[in-house]
């Protein structure tokens, strides 16, 4: 069975700094997907950054980046020049590419961004 | 805005009433999900349809039924609920096939059994 931990509940910015937050995951599967979602306190959860596994290449939107490291089983955003609008809960979420695409979902790290 | 609404925002209900949960969505999703959101826990998947055919029971007690009459809409019919069962339930929405995975997600339904 495949799982997602998430070693950080709470992380804590000033402004304009840079964040990573960690997120490991356990499985035997080859080929899947990894994500990265936001909920903020509207509680709308949206999607950050994809990962497929099958690619080196790490994945960037914007001020999001991921080190996706596939043997470690270790996938980390980095946050570059935080914003407050950054405050919110990230989850980090794993998919099989051959599955009803259920996600399994990490615990969450709560992460705020002071002024 | 992503396009999966649910309603009520918030429900408060004690526990021998009957209510329902909500979510509606018109981006053609053919998959939908039900899922549980407790604090400091991850995300449990409490029930999957695809093309409306319900696919997943991940062990639900039977006081949480759900509805999909149609490709755009989901329900979840509680009933007799405890209190161990406030939590935020979340409705996500995606199109299967292709390379497109993204989860569209509600803003969830707050609910507090009392």
């Known amino acids: 069975a495949q799982t997602v931990t998430q070693s950080q509940p709470e992380m804590s910015v000033q402004e304009a700094e840079t964040v990573t937050l960690s997120c490991t995951y356990d499985?035997?599967?080859?080929?899947?997907?990894l994500f990265w979602y936001k909920q903020p306190p509207s509680r709308q959860m949206i999607l950050v950054i994809r990962?497929?596994?099958?690619k080196q290449q790490n994945a960037t939107e914007n001020r999001f980046s991921v080190n996706f490291q596939k043997a470690a089983k270790s996938f980390s955003l980095k946050i570059s020049d935080s914003q407050l609008g950054d405050t919110a809960m990230y989850f980090c979420?794993?998919?099989?590419?051959?599955?009803?695409?259920?996600?399994?979902w990490g615990a969450g790290t709560k992460l705020i961004i002071k002024p | 805005e992503t396009g999966v609404t649910q309603t009520p925002r918030h429900l408060v209900m004690g526990m021998t009433n009957k209510k329902s949960l909500k979510c509606e969505q018109h981006?053609?999703?053919?998959?939908m999900y039900w899922y549980k959101q407790s604090a400091k826990k991850p995300l449990e998947l409490m029930f999957v349809?695809?093309?409306?055919?319900?696919?997943e029971n991940n062990s639900v007690p039977s006081r949480f039924s759900p509805e999909c009459p149609n490709s755009s809409h989901l329900f979840l019919h509680l009933h007799t609920l405890q209190p161990e069962d406030s939590a935020l339930y979340l409705c996500?929405?995606?199109?299967?096939?292709?390379?497109?995975?993204?989860?569209?997600f509600g803003q969830g339904t707050r609910l507090t059994v009392v």
């Open positions: 996500a929405g995606r199109k299967l096939g292709g390379k497109n995975t993204e989860a569209f």
């Open positions: 981006l053609g999703h053919n998959a």
């Open positions: 349809y695809n093309f409306k055919e319900q696919t």
């Open positions: 499985t035997s599967e080859s080929n899947y997907y």
């Open positions: 990962q497929e596994a099958y």
């Open positions: 979420a794993f998919m099989k590419m051959i599955s009803n695409y259920q996600l399994i």
